[in-house]
């Protein structure tokens, strides 16, 4: 057959139909019986024409490369032999450049949609043949899309295309001068290399510099420029970015700067405002979260701080995002630096340094910062500096009116509200001067700075607000830490000079905390936190401060009214004795009867004193516990007072009297195991 006899065969039986119009259920079987038969005349010819006219054979080729446009011969070639042969074609190493762009015609347009011929194309390694030919990149443009016509929507094609190592050669091909000539297939590029990148094998075989290729092509001219292009391949990198292998590649080959670059272009490089289509609206805002997620992996790696220390430039370039006016690059910046400073010593020197938390300030007492990502992570990274206890001076402005509190209102903003909380405990943990400036009225505040129409004005100290978002929250976690900053808060005036920490009462230590517990109401905050079950360690923490605060008059007075309540009392008695009971807490009239001095006399022979469990000492928590309590309940009866009423002392001394007995009988077991 001659080539216008072939041309004329396709045309005249084929179906005519364009491919939006075919429709192959409407073709019977014996329809497309009739097309493979006709075409064993054609496939004859071909095999005649490679072995005696190879240039008659590429005039054959483009006529069936023309052909194969039609769907309705794509079962056609695969059955009757055809696409195979053309496939055996490309095995070839002496083809001319006509005929292998004819061959990867047929090949692609046959494969396309059909996974018959797929599988032809899977067996006998026969897609190893389109492969080899990404070696030759005069094809290259039309290698590409043969080999995602074979690969989409099969997977044996993909795994096979990954084992034979396609993204190495398409990585090379990505990386060569050459580039501009096929920058038309570069979205083919990328949905090959998304169909085979999930694949366990891919990730061991792919060539080390994958994602600095991929990144390097994406922020370069011109596909810097096209939104779809460059959401294709950073999106590509991302994936690859997602496997251990290159992650640890990104970091020790000095990668991380480059993806910084790429991250930074994805949300300053384009206004989603002015991109007309969604689906590459889409796109981008899902490449912008996925590669916020890797610079949160990147900077968690363990070997991220040793390379790339707080002087690199890298990590000088998410410093200098926290200035930035854009909330997607603060949060990435927040990221990043809360990972690097997850150790006392990069935290430290980060505060003292870098000063980081000037810009989390801004941000956090900025209401016109609403992003929920953003104030999170800004709250996430500043916890993480809160820790060291050099660093709690410096953070010392978090804790005015304007930042921190500011959030305490936030109710429709719960995580970042917890995170607030949080941060402000950890903040005034063993930090008496951050408790000081904590404690400050807001008149007195305002006397400070000058302002003497705000110090007019009523309003609720922070502390208060503090306490009132405890009372208001229906948030566990919230609760919990709010709690635990009033007890942090107690603690810390019973153990440093409270006159000090509280110059506006102008008064003697005990005098100066009164006021305080006049003012703000820290009971039921305590009660809460020695009757909540499900955090032990809280307790224990609550009991300690409770026996710290039972030494003065001022603290023994906050603990009468909070042992007043039931399931304070209930629990206060199961600490002591081991056992759930209701005592009689409270009486009209009690007559002395001695027995308090008794009581007084034999616990004052433990010694006892206020102290913290060890949680790390599971198996002494409950022994602390008890010693504590009974601390307490000593200081309590030393302390009495008519103030204490309707408490009862006698419910105080019988636990005294049990507790004292088990103390007693713990140390005579240890000292007798020991």
């Known amino acids: 057959m001659t080539p216008d006899d ?16 075919y429709d192959e259920t409407l073709e019977s079987e014996s329809v497309v019986q009739r097309r493979t038969e006709l075409l064993a005349e054609v496939l004859k010819t071909c095999t005649e024409l490679q072995d005696s006219d190879r240039t008659q054979l590429e005039v054959v080729a483009e006529k069936l490369g023309d052909g194969s446009r039609d769907e309705a011969w794509r079962l056609p070639y695969g059955d009757s032999g055809i696409l195979a042969f053309f496939f055996d074609v490309l095995a070839n190493d002496d083809i001319s450049n006509k005929l292998k762009i004819h061959s990867l015609r047929i090949a692609g347009n046959a494969c396309a ?92 075989i792919a060539a080390d510099d994958t994602v600095s290729v991929l990144l390097s092509v994406a922020i370069n001219t011109p596909c810097k420029d096209d939104i779809e292009e460059f959401a294709s391949l950073g999106s590509v990198a991302v994936a690859y970015l997602a496997a251990e292998r290159f992650q640890s590649l990104a970091i020790s080959q000095d990668q991380v700067g480059l993806f910084l670059d790429v991250f930074r272009h994805a949300h300053a490089g384009f206004d989603l405002a002015q991109v007309d289509d969604p689906d590459m609206v889409t796109a981008l805002k899902q490449l912008r979260l996925s590669m916020l997620n890797m610079v949160a992996e990147l900077t968690a790696h363990d070997t991220f701080p040793g390379a790339y220390p707080l002087t690199s430039a890298p990590a000088q370039t998410v410093l200098s995002w926290l200035g930035s006016d854009s909330v997607q690059l603060q949060a990435a910046a927040c990221l990043a630096l809360g990972n690097l400073s997850r150790s006392d010593a990069a935290s430290t020197a980060l505060v003292e340094q870098h000063a980081p938390q000037a810009a989390l300030i801004e ?27 050099q660093n709690k001076p410096a953070l010392r402005p978090l804790l005015e009116p304007a930042c921190l509190p500011r959030i305490y209102s936030l109710d429709t903003l719960p995580q970042v509200q917890y995170a607030a ?17 904590f404690c400050q009225d807001p008149d007195q505040q305002a006397m400070e700075e000058g302002d003497s129409a705000a110090a007019a004005t009523e309003k609720n100290s922070i502390v208060d607000d503090l306490i009132f978002l405890f009372g208001r929250t229906d948030t566990e976690p919230t609760k919990v830490e709010a709690a635990r ?80 309540q039931e399931d304070v009392s209930a629990r206060l008695t199961e600490t002591i004795t081991g056992q759930k009971k209701q005592g009689h807490v409270t009486e009209e009239e009690e007559k002395s009867n001695g027995e308090d ?22 198996e002494r928590i409950a022994a602390v516990e008890r010693e504590n309590a009974l601390v307490m309940c000593t200081e309590l009866l030393r302390n009495w007072s008519d103030e204490f009423k309707p408490l009862s002392r006698g419910f105080l001394e019988g636990l005294l009297k049990d507790g004292t007995e088990l103390v007693v009988a713990h140390r005579n077991n240890e000292a007798s195991s020991a």
């Open 6 to 21: 072939i041309a004329n065969l396709l045309q005249r039986e084929g179906s005519g139909d364009s491919a939006e119009e």
């Open 113 to 204: 949609d059909t996974n018959k011929n797929r599988a032809l194309a899977v067996e006998r390694n026969r897609l190893g043949a389109v492969i080899r030919q990404l070696s030759d990149e005069s094809v290259v443009q039309y290698t590409i899309p043969v080999l995602y016509n074979v690969m989409v929507d099969y997977e044996p094609a993909q795994t096979l295309a990954s084992e034979l190592k396609v993204s190495q050669a398409m990585i090379k091909l990505l990386s060569s001068p050459n580039l501009p000539q096929f920058m038309g297939v570069i979205l083919y590029f990328c949905r090959i290399l998304a169909l085979i990148v999930s694949r366990d094998s891919e990730t061991a």
């Open 363 to 389: 941000i956090l007492s900025d209401p016109a910062v609403t992003d929920t990502q953003l104030l999170h992570s800004a709250l996430s990274f500043l916890k993480n500096l809160a820790i060291p206890t």
């Open 421 to 437: 909380v949080s941060l402000t405990r950890l903040l005034l943990s063993n930090c008496p001067d951050n408790v000081s400036q």
């Open 485 to 564: 900053s009033i007890a942090t808060i107690c603690r810390v005036l019973h153990s440093n000079a409270a006159a000090e920490l509280l110059p506006r009462y102008n008064a003697s230590d005990s005098e100066s905390r009164a006021e305080f517990y006049t003012r703000h109401d820290v009971g039921k905050p305590l009660a809460f936190l020695v009757t909540q079950e499900k955090w032990h360690i809280l307790r224990s923490e609550a009991w300690f401060v409770l026996a710290l605060m039972s030494r003065s008059v001022d603290g023994s007075r906050v603990i009468a009214t909070v042992l007043q």
């Open 597 to 618: 001095a008794t009581a007084l006399s034999a616990v004052e022979g433990l010694g006892l004193q206020p102290q913290q469990a060890d949680p790390t000492q599971k």
